[in-house]
């Protein structure tokens, strides 16, 4: 089973500034096979990137996804009011699906 | 509308079965493979079973593999989580989610969410 642990926990930014999400897998991810989700409280998680970097379908571009075999990022370059909210990464290339533990993004 | 409306949680005593469903609409069903991811309350998301779009192939994390089974039926547009032996640890809400590729086969992540149902085992 592939871990994934993200970091950091939290994250306190101010509006406006960038946030940069870490997520490191226990084993090489196939194909680049990872996903980011967005999840505010009481809601259900809503995708974000797949495949690493591309962006879902309807997803502004101030979010964009990088990264390769195990380190992974999630970058919102300039963080709207809407974006607080706790971002998990989803791995799906290899039996079973695994998600990280998820980083919240907070206004400082 | 493309939407998922799950139904079916409640609580339960640990031992108890519980049947999920999750109603879809506003897209070709019977061409997506669908999934159940759960949250744990305060926690992170784990996923629990997988379907391919024709029902013939499903996929199961070892936590409820023999204890829960996933099924569909296509002419009704809606998925199904049949829950045996629950114990506390199964306490989650239970969300469906679709798969975003309409070639029946699983891809293995989630372009599409339900509001989750939630279900608690305790005595």
């Known amino acids: 089973e592939i871990v994934l642990t993200q970091s950091p926990g939290t994250l306190s930014l101010s509006p406006g500034e960038r946030a940069t999400l870490s997520c490191r897998a226990s084993?090489?991810?196939?194909?680049?096979?990872l996903a980011w989700y967005q999840q505010k409280p009481g809601q259900a998680p809503r995708l974000l990137i797949y495949?690493?970097?591309s962006r879902a379908t309807g997803i502004p571009d101030r979010f964009s996804g990088s990264g390769s075999g195990t380190d992974f990022t999630l970058t919102i370059s300039r963080l709207e009011p809407e974006d607080f909210a706790v971002y998990y990464c989803?791995?799906?290339?290899?039996?079973?699906?695994?998600f990280g533990g998820g980083t919240k993004v907070e206004i400082k | 509308e493309v939407q998922l409306l799950e139904s079916g949680g409640g609580l339960v005593q640990p031992g108890g079965s519980l049947r999920l469903s999750c109603a879809a609409s506003?897209?070709?069903?019977?061409?997506?493979?669908m999934s159940w991811v759960r949250q744990a309350p305060g926690e992170g998301l784990e996923w629990v079973s997988g379907?391919?779009?024709?029902?013939?192939?499903?996929y199961y994390a070892d936590s409820v593999k023999g204890r829960f089974t996933i099924s569909r039926d296509n002419s009704k547009n809606t998925l199904y989580l049949q829950m045996n032996s629950l114990r506390a640890e199964d306490t989650a809400v239970y969300y469906c989610?679709?798969?975003?590729?309409?070639?029946?086969?699983?891809?293995?992540?989630?372009?599409?969410w339900g509001r989750g149902t939630l279900v608690t085992v305790s005595s």
């Open positions: 989610a679709k798969d975003p590729y309409g070639s029946g086969s699983y891809a293995g992540y989630f372009d599409l």
């Open positions: 495949g690493a970097s």
């Open positions: 989803q791995q799906y290339g290899s039996s079973p699906l695994t």
């Open positions: 084993q090489s991810v196939s194909s680049n096979y």
């Open positions: 506003g897209f070709t069903f019977s061409t997506y493979a």
């Open positions: 379907i391919s779009g024709g029902g013939g192939y499903t």
